[in-house]
């Protein structure tokens, strides 16, 4: 059974930046698209990168500038980096499989919140 | 982007009935190609990572009770509950993947 966790601080300066690691769990990561998708606290769904592959890359546009979505296919894994992050930036983040197509698995979800 | 609008914003529906949430989409994400509707349907429950539900329009993801359906094609959509059980409350959110990905806004589904 294949599963995914987040994990990374949970509090996040302004301006700093925001770094988390999923951990995929049952089965290889090669072959599938893999995203980051964020839920800012009484908002909807918003996606944020996927990767395929190690290299083939994909951000949502209002976020580009400040993002970095990476592959360890050797550990299972894959991380995303936002810069300079604000108060708009405090959300729940899952990882997920999928994005280029459907998304059809999901981690459970980890909340960063920006504050001083 | 594409834009993804659902209605209505909320619904409450008594237990045994129907429920129905549209989705529509700025422009076409049917690809011709394929004869593909690229959208996807997920279930959101408190507390819960959001749930694949429906994916190229109207294909159920696997061990969804066949009480959800998808239907629509171009820019309209449907996800219908044919008889609303007490778990299917939740948030309902559309996806589209013609392009980058965008979801709906969603839709918070209550009992009556």
Known sequence: ?116 | DIVMTQSPDSLAVSLGERATISCKSSQTIFYSSNNENYLAWYQHRPGQPPRLLIHWASTRASGVPDRFSGSGSGTDFTLTISSLQAEDVAVYYCQQYYTTPTFGQGTRLEIK
């Open chain 1, 1 to 116: 059974q294949v599963q995914l966790q987040e994990s990374g601080p949970g509090l996040v300066k302004p301006s700093e930046t925001l770094s988390l690691t999923c951990t995929v769990s049952g089965d290889s990561m090669t072959g599938y698209y893999w995203s980051w998708i964020r839920q800012p606290p009484g908002k909807g769904l918003e996606w944020v990168a996927y990767i395929f592959n190690g290299g083939d890359t994909n951000y949502n546009p209002s976020l580009k500038s400040r993002l970095t979505i990476s592959q360890d296919t050797s550990n299972n894994q894959f991380s995303l980096k936002l810069t300079f992050v604000t108060a708009a930036d405090t959300a729940i983040y899952y990882c997920a499989r999928g994005g280029y197509t459907e998304i059809d698995l999901w981690g459970q979800g980890t909340l960063v919140t920006v504050s001083s």
